[in-house]
């Protein structure tokens, strides 16, 4: 089967640019989520879709972090206006469910780098 | 809440030598625990996990880890490790709809 998929694998932005970040989940998996990982760090989780609803955001930075899952399929990440403390790899990641027993399988990632 | 101790940041070892990368947990309520594997450039892959039943699971690429509820840890296990068991490791604990990862051990490998 398909894995994750994610798009950009890299980016590079002036700080207060604007920035999405596009991910496309494994076909029939209810839960996608959103980590950041900055480098040096385990990945901190963003937030949590189950379907197209919003489970967890309570770690997202709202004033300037958005996310969408509309279907309830692909999502889109979106920063805006970015800062420097920004840069970081931002992994997607789905599941079967959202039960903490089912695997999560991961993207590659988008290495963010703001400048 | 539940939160996860990576005790090592690096750990050095040489080709064909044993290692043990521990973890300890903190939790709550019931856990899941999961080791994950990160090569460079790379997402995170799933190592092995315990849900419940035998303490001492085994996972991928002959690694194997066991869980101490008196001790609250989990610490993943290799008798004899490749060149190519070099990666980034992450512990991590799942309590009833979320995870949180370790900061995770840096295992080099040498020749």
């Known amino acids: 089967e398909a894995g994750v998929a994610q798009s950009p694998r890299y980016k590079i932005i002036e700080k207060r640019q604007s920035v999405a970040f596009w991910c496309n989940p494994i076909?029939?998996?209810?839960?996608l989520y959103w980590y950041q990982q900055i480098l040096g760090q385990g990945p901190k989780l963003l937030i949590q879709?189950?379907?197209?609803?919003?489970?967890?955001d309570s770690q997202l930075p709202k004033d300037r972090f958005s996310a969408e899952r509309l279907k309830g399929v692909d999502s889109t990440l979106k920063i805006q206006p970015a800062k420097l403390e920004d840069s970081a790899v931002y992994l997607c990641?789905?599941?079967?469910?959202?039960?903490?027993?089912?695997?999560?399988?991961f993207g590659p990632g988008t290495r963010l780098t703001v400048t | 809440a539940q939160s996860v101790t990576q005790l090592d940041s690096q750990v050095p070892v040489f080709e064909e030598a044993p290692v043990e990368l521990r973890c300890n947990y903190s939790?709550?309520?019931?856990?899941?625990l999961f080791w994950y594997v990160q090569y460079p450039n790379q997402g995170l892959q799933l190592l092995l996990k315990?849900?419940?039943?035998?303490?001492l699971v085994k996972g991928i690429n002959g690694f194997e880890a066991e869980f101490n509820k008196s001790q609250t840890s989990f610490h993943l296990r290799k008798p004899s490790v490749h060149i190519s068991d070099t990666a980034e490791y992450f512990c991590?604990?799942?309590?009833?709809?979320?995870?949180?990862f370790g900061a995770g051990t840096r295992l080099t490998v040498k020749p």
């Open positions: 990641a789905s599941s079967i469910n959202t039960l903490g027993t089912y695997e999560q399988y």
């Open positions: 076909s029939g998996h209810a839960t």
């Open positions: 879709f189950q379907n197209n609803g919003v489970v967890d």
């Open positions: 939790s709550s309520v019931s856990v899941y």
């Open positions: 315990y849900l419940s039943g035998s303490t």
């Open positions: 991590a604990v799942s309590g009833n709809n979320d995870m949180r």
